[in-house]
C-alpha cells in the first residue's frame, strides 16, 4: 500500500519516520511521484497542481493536510467520487487554541496600546478591564472554534459562538444562521473568525458586518484571508470602529510587501502560521482513518461536498 505525499512546509523525513513507526505496511511516496500512477492508494496534499490528483486510477481517499479544503476545491479535475478527509489533530487544534488564546488576550490587555507607548518611551497605564466584562464572539464553533471556546473559558470572558446549525456547548451562548449574525455580532467585543472558505463566508466581514461590532471591537482572523474586505477592514480601523485587529491569513499570501497592514500600527500580522498539523499526531489520526477505511467503516471528518466544507 502506498501514501503519495505532497506537503505544506519542508518536514524533513519526519512523515517517513511517522508512518514506518505507525504503519511500516503504508510506504511512504514523496510528490512528484516516477513511479506507476497505478501504485498510489491515499493521498496526502497540500495545494495540489491542479490535475494531479485525477492521474491516479487506483485512490482510494484524499487527505487534506490542512483543516481547510479549498486547496482542492479549487481544482476543477478533482476526482468526484473520492472521499475527501479533513485534518483534525490534536497538534492541529491545541496550536489554534494557542494562538486564539494568546491574540484575544493581547487585545484584552491592550498590547498594541502598549507597543505603541513602548515606542514612544511613553509611561503609562491603562485601566484594565475585567475579561467578564468582555465578550469574545467565535464565527465558527466546529473542530477549532469549540476547542479555542473551551480555552477561553477559564480566563472568564463571556462566550459567544455563530455557526450554521445551533450548538449546545457549556457557557457559550449560541448564534446560528444569517438571521442571528446581527445580534452576534452586536455581542462581540472580541471577534474571531474560525469559519471556513465558502460560497456562504466569503467576503462575511465587510463595512456593513463590521458596523454592527461594538465600536472598538477587535478582529482576529485565523480562517482566509478571503473571509474580509481588507479594504472595508482598513477603513473601520482608520475610523476607530475596530480598535484593532491580528490577522493570520490575507486575500493575497505571502502579503505583497507594499502592503499597508505590514505597518499599519493596529495591525498584528503573522505568515498563516496560527497553526500547523504536527506530524506524529496526524500520521497517527491518518492511520487510524485509513485503518477504519480498510475494515469497512466510515472514514472520520469527511468533507461534505455540498455544504462545501
Ligand atoms: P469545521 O470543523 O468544519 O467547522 C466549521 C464551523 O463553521 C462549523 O461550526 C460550521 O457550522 C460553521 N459554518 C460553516 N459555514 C457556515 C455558515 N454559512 N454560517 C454559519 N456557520 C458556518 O472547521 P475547523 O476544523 O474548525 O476549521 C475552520 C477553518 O479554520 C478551516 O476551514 C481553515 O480555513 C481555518 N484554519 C486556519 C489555520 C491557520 O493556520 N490560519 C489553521 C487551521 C484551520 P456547523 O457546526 O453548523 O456545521
Ligand atoms: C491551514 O490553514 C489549515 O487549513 O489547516
Sequence with gaps: MNILIKSDIDRGDAWDTFFAKYKPDLSVQIWPHDGPPEDIDYALVWEPPA??????????????????????????????????????????????????????????????????????????????????????????????????????APFGFQLAGWSRSPKDLPGVESFHGEGQLEAFLGRSDILVCLLPLTARTEGILNAATLALLPRGAAVINVARGRHIVEADLLAALDSGQVGGASLDVFQQEPLPVDSPMWDHPRILVTPHAASMPITDTAVQYIVENIECFESGQTLRNLVDFDRGY
Excluded: C
Design 51 to 152: 490535475g494531479e490528483l485525477k492521474r491516479y486510477p487506483n485512490l482510494k481517499a484524499i487527505f487534506s493536510i490542512g483543516a481547510g479544503i479549498e486547496h482542492l476545491f479549487s481544482d476543477p479535475e478533482l476526482p468526484p467520487h473520492l472521499p475527501v478527509v479533513r485534518m483534525v489533530e490534536p497538534g492541529l487544534t491545541n496550536g489554534m487554541s494557542e494562538y486564539v488564546v494568546l491574540s484575544v488576550l493581547y487585545h484584552h490587555r491592550f498590547m498594541l496600546d502598549y507597543r505603541r507607548r513602548m515606542r514612544e518611551r511613553q509611561w503609562g497605564e491603562i485601566q484594565q478591564v475585567a475579561a467578564s466584562a468582555r465578550t469574545v464572539g467565535i464565527l465558527g464553533l466546529g473542530a477549532l472554534g469549540r476547542a479555542a471556546a473551551q480555552k477561553l
